[in-house]
């Protein structure tokens, strides 16, 4: 029975030391079985005395009181004394827990109002702090918004200062001209004042006049004619008639170009029906009635308004023209559509929906598509190969011969030329050489011949001098005039010596 | 090709007859007119003062030479070297003398514009306009020479007068809505005249030929406006370069622009063949000389040069030009159709060494020509579509739609050639050097 009082204090040792957490409104609810002592009279009987003091003086000790027994002779009598003061430090024990309680009470209470206080205030703060963000937020929209605005205005003054630095720049150049022109009206004016000055003080007026031979007939060899009405008129008459004719070549210019146009136009009417219409014919498969519908009638709406325009073509008036130009935008309206079709087709057969016709001739389409590669790769490789064979030419070194010959190759025409003028060069220098030798030795000849004649002549004038009369003189003269003649011989045999 | 002799020249005074026959050369006071076949020396006459202007009667019968600072014209047979006709200004003084397109009448303009005399040499009529204006081009005769077009100015306004050339006939007299009126230019066929504003203002005004406003053509307002008109040689179209360095084309039915061509310095569009020309000093020769070099015998310390295409795009040189002063050199200055109408060739300013041609057909750029030195002239063959300019150097330069090719002018001593025009027959140019003349014979069509 003292396992089940002890629980029972147990549990009035738990339910007391609740945890102070909890709302203070638990708070005051079990604390009363420390107020009053219900009487629980359960735990001590007559019968279990000695072990309710043995427990009691067991729990004392663990306390830290005092044993409230006294060993006599091996026997546990109850020490009253020790008993009552263990009691009534006991007592004082409670006492002080009890204030102590009432002073955590106090202080739990206090607490829990201050944190209430706490959250509402922090609610408050908060409520605040989203107020001022977003305060803060309009603040920098409006900032941001006036940022831009300068921004604007800044890009608009530097625009009017530059229009203002283009009018400056245009008004000093203009001032500059004005001033320019006012100077060189100023020199004029000032060379007139001067020459009026001149004039008036000049006595001698130079009178202009003019001095001609006779009079030269016209140009055309017509008359001039009298000034009268009827020239004036005539003339008037001549302006406009130039004027007539311009106006007529004009218009005879545009007539021609505007014909010329008219059947470019047809031309390319005709021309677009004709793409038009096989092309319509040999697609759509699908819907292969409707549009042989419509191209039966738009041949028909087409050749009507052929026939229609035949009529009308000579005549050049608003209506015909009116209706080319319609045509032709009808026609390219459904060229467009047509090609709208054909765009979409396109994509269909792109995205693998496509018709078995055009399956194939997509496969076609790539085959060739392989087939050109192929061309170019190999036209690439070739030029690649002719590359490589050029650089090699130029940059490997060669052997003798094989240089020779390259090298020969190109200058082959130029070398042969080139020969055969060595040729010809030797040939004139051979004879060249043979002339030179001949007039050497006509020379050596001529040497010859002179002094044989130089001979001749002494010997000859020895004996004149040997026979001289009193014709001395005669004969003198006569050696004078033989002696130049000689002189100018031998300058004459002598000149063909020129070197060549 | 052959080059002729070099011949004395003064003032660049040189010009061919009408007819194609003879060419006339002023030296100094004197007037030499050649044969242009055999350059041989036909007549020869002498003026009484230094000779400032000359030109051929349309006939090829009179040439007349203009003499400004003494204020005398001296007009001379062709066919009577005795004939001889004077005329004297007098103190009104003489500021420019032109033949009438009859070949018998000549127009003086005196000093200060005071007015134009209209001497004749069938009879002894003299004839005064007044108020002429003095502009840019004041006076346009048209091309069958019946009408002539003058732009006049009084009491601060602008008026055109259109004369009958017969009897000097005063046909038309209208005001034009100009602040300044530059210039007047007939078209071709006669029957459009052009009348443009000066630089101060954009205004192209058409009018026809009985004084009718066709129509008003303004691109923008107050920048510089009109620099160069020009008109295609069958009047469709009327080219307007201006300032702001483009070319805006008139057509002649609507009088709107048809296209503008803008003279971009970066090319990029790829139908537009760029032609450099580049120059290279030849290395002194070594052993290896080719034959060809030998066989030309050319001249081997001269500066060759010749034209490199670059690839795109290209970059053409330009020259900023000085803000602050009057007439600035930046705008098209030069405009020039080609005689089938297919070509426009163009010279922006601010670009002065590059000449660009145009495509009328395609409407864009078909060549640039990019010289090494300021182009000073072009002018086209009046017979095929082929341009020759000149840059003031030694050579002679060539476009046409097969390539582009540059000569040098064989002449002992170097001959800078600073302006050239084209004998009427498209078979030879004439080179104008500073006081020397050369004919260029275009033997063979061969180009590079």
Redesign the interface.
Known sequence: MPESSFEDINNIYVSSTMPPSRQYSQSTIPLLPFRHYIGNTEFCTENNTSECMLYISQELLALGFPSIFFDLNGLRELDVISALNSMYGLLQMHRRAVGMLAELEVEQLRVSSDLHCQQLTNSKLKDQLELSKKENLRLCERERQLEANTKALHHCLKNEKEEVQKLQNVIASRASQYNHNLKRKEREFGKLKERLNQLLTDKKDKKQGMDVLNYVGRSDGKRSQWKTGKTDSRHESDMYKALLNEFDKHQRELMIENAELKKVLQQIKQEMVGILSPKRQSGETQKEEKPKEFTDQQIASDEEEENSFKGTSEMSCEHAREQLSNSIRQQWRKLKDHMANLDNKASLVHLGQGINEEMISKEVHQEEMERLKLEIQQCKDFIHTQQQLLQQQLSTPWDEETAAVLTDCYMLEEKERLKEEWKTFEEQKKNFEMERRTFTEAAIRLGHERKMFEEDRATWLKHQFLNMTFTDQMNLKTQNTLSEYAVQEQKHISSPKTPL | MNFSEVFKQSNQLCKVSPDGKYLATCVQYRLVVRDVNTLQILQLYTCLDQVASMEWS??SL?ILCAMYKR?LVQ?W?LEQP????????????LVSSRWSP???HILNTT??HLRV?V?S????S?SYIKYPKACQKGMDFSADG??MALAERRDCKDYISVF?C??W?L?RHFETDTQDLAGVEWSP???VLAAWDS??EYKMLLY???GRLLSTYSAYE???GIKSVAWSPSSQFLAIGSYDEKVRILNHITWKKLTEFEHHPTITNSKAVVFKEVEKRPVIPTEDLSIQQIAMESSLFDIQSKYEIPPLPVQVPVVKPD??????KIGISAIAFSVDNRYLATKNDCMPQSVWVWDMQRLGPTAVLEQTAPVRFFAWDPRRPRLALCTGNTKLYLWSPAGCVSVKVPVEGGFQVQSLFWHCSGDSVVLLGKDQLCLCYMATDEEK
Do not use: M, Q
């Not at chain 2, 004297?88 to 003084?93: H, K, L, Q, R």
């Open positions: 349309s006939d009179f204020g007009v047979s005795d004939w001889h006709c004077k005329i004297d200004e007098g103190s009104i003084g009859d070949g018998r000093e200060f005399t001497w040499l069938c009879n002894k003299v019946r009408y009958v017969d009897d006939h046909l066929n006669g029957c630089c101060l026809s030929l009985d107050w920048s510089l803000p602050d002063r009057a007439n600035p």
